[in-house]
Structures are given as C-alpha cells and as structure tokens.
C-alpha cells in the first residue's frame, strides 16, 4: 500500500498539515515536493481555511533534502539542481505570502532546508527536544530556502554566521531565547499548544491579520517613510473591514467578538 507523503487533516477553521515520511526524519524528495505543494494550494483555495498548521511525523520536524537522491555513483560528474528554483524557492515565497498565518509544530530535528521551512513559517513551536541545524556547510553547500535571510535577520549577524559556518545544531529553548523561534514547549504539549494557536486564528479577524503579514513582509525592504505610507493605506483598508467593526462594538460591550468576516 503506497504511503500519502503528505497527511492532511481538516479541522475548524484551520488545516494541518504532517510531512509523512518518518523513516527518513521526513526529508524531502520530488513526490513529497509535489503534494506539499499540492496540499498548500488546497489550503489556500479553501475560504474556510483561516491557518495553516505544518509538523512531521515520527521524531523529525524534516532532515531537510533526501541526499539518497544526490548520491553520485564512483567517477560520475555533479550537475546543477532545479530543486531551488522548482520546489523549494515556490514553497517559502508560498508560506510568506499565504493569506493566513501559518505555524510550523518543530517535533524533533529541524535540519538544513527543513530548518528554513520551518523559519519562512509566521510563528515556530518548538518541542523542548527539538534542534534547529544549518547543516549545508558540513556538505559543502550554503544555507537555501531562505536561511541566509532569515538568519541575520532573526538572531543577528555574529549568531547568523556561527549557525551557518559551524553547522553546530541549536536546541529549541536556546533558539527560543534567540528569538529564532516564537516558543519553546515541553514534548507532551507540542501538538495541544500548535493547535490552540491555529484555533485563537480560526476565531481571529482574518482580514486584519492578512493584512499584518503583508506589512510585516514588506516591512524587511522598506524605509522607515515608505512604511508609514503602507501602515496609513493598510490600516484604512482595515478599518472598512464589518471585523473591525464588531471588534470595537465588542470592546465596548466587554465581550467576546464574533468574527465572520472572510479573508
């Protein structure tokens, strides 16, 4: 029986999504590629769907790409992959620019482009016993899907360049108090607390919050004015939103909003 790479799981209001192949710490392959991406899609086609839930099954989050599929045989020549241009550049922008916030649930080892997956992410769960690894340079290569932008910009560039020269893994709590993730959470709590976000989303201002990942993306190549302009445009598209009228009509009456607005 063939094993779906992906697993997909459609909740209230959210999908989660649980990279499937746990003999190989759930590292990517071009049949793996093409269904995350596949299932990515659904998710963002669905209106229903108002965030993104991304973990691994078994002890992995993902080792990253299955070098099985590099290996040379004795006196063969390396040629050049399109995996960056047709897999995992596609991806990241995907997860940046998706209309909801994604969470990536990091369940074990999160290594080389699993690692960046898991960072292009809006918000990173981490089990306690999970470690976050740049591991391209112990393979000749350098950070992709991201890395060297999201790591100096994350943690700093003296941090940055340890993590990327040194391959050295980083344990979750310490990557926490980097700021490299949003929160570190003991092993038995990982999936409750994932899902207890996707949930506090589910229920959320879909527009508002759309609209707090355009600005936030935008935000790494604008000045300081042409980001003002944006705030004052985003904040009036907002504001037009039936969201944030009941969100005052509920502060007001001091209680819980009922959001119904799609994205």
Not at 119 to 136: G, T
Not at 140 to 169: H, K, M, Q
Not at 247 to 261: L, N, Q, S, T, Y
């Amino acid at each position: 029986m063939t094993v779906a790479p992906i697993l997909v799981e459609r909740c209230s209001g959210y999908r989660v999504l649980t990279l499937n192949r746990p003999d190989r710490l759930n590292a990517l392959n071009d049949v793996m590629h093409e269904a995350l991406r596949h299932a990515v899609s659904e998710a963002e086609a669905d209106a229903t769907c108002r965030a993104l839930l991304i973990t691994g099954a078994g002890r992995g989050f993902c080792a990253g790409q299955d070098l099985t599929d590099r290996l040379l045989a004795p006196g063969e020549k390396p040629v050049p992959r399109e995996s960056l241009e047709l897999y995992y550049n596609p991806l990241v922008r995907k997860l940046r620019a998706l209309p909801f916030p994604v969470v990536a649930a990091v369940n074990g080892v999160a290594a080389g482009a699993g690692c960046n997956i898991a960072l292009a992410c809006d918000i990173v769960i981490a089990a306690r016993s999970a470690r976050f690894v740049q591991s391209f340079a112990r393979i000749g290569l350098i950070p992709d899907s991201g890395g060297t932008w999201f790591l100096p910009r994350l943690v700093g560039d003296a941090r940055a360049r340890g993590l990327a020269l040194l391959a050295e893994p980083l344990p979750a709590d310490k990557a926490e108090q980097w700021g490299l993730i949003w929160k570190c959470v003991e092993d038995a709590s990982l999936a409750s607390e994932a899902r207890k976000i996707c949930e506090q989303f589910a229920t959320a201002p879909a527009r508002g919050l759309a609209l707090i990942k355009r600005a936030l993306s935008l935000s790494a190549s604008n000045t300081l004015d042409a980001q003002l302009d944006l705030e004052r445009d985003l904040q009036r598209e907002a504001s037009m939103t039936p969201d944030y009228v009941e969100g005052v009509r509920a502060f007001i009456e001091k209680r819980r909003p009922r959001f119904r607005d799609r994205r």
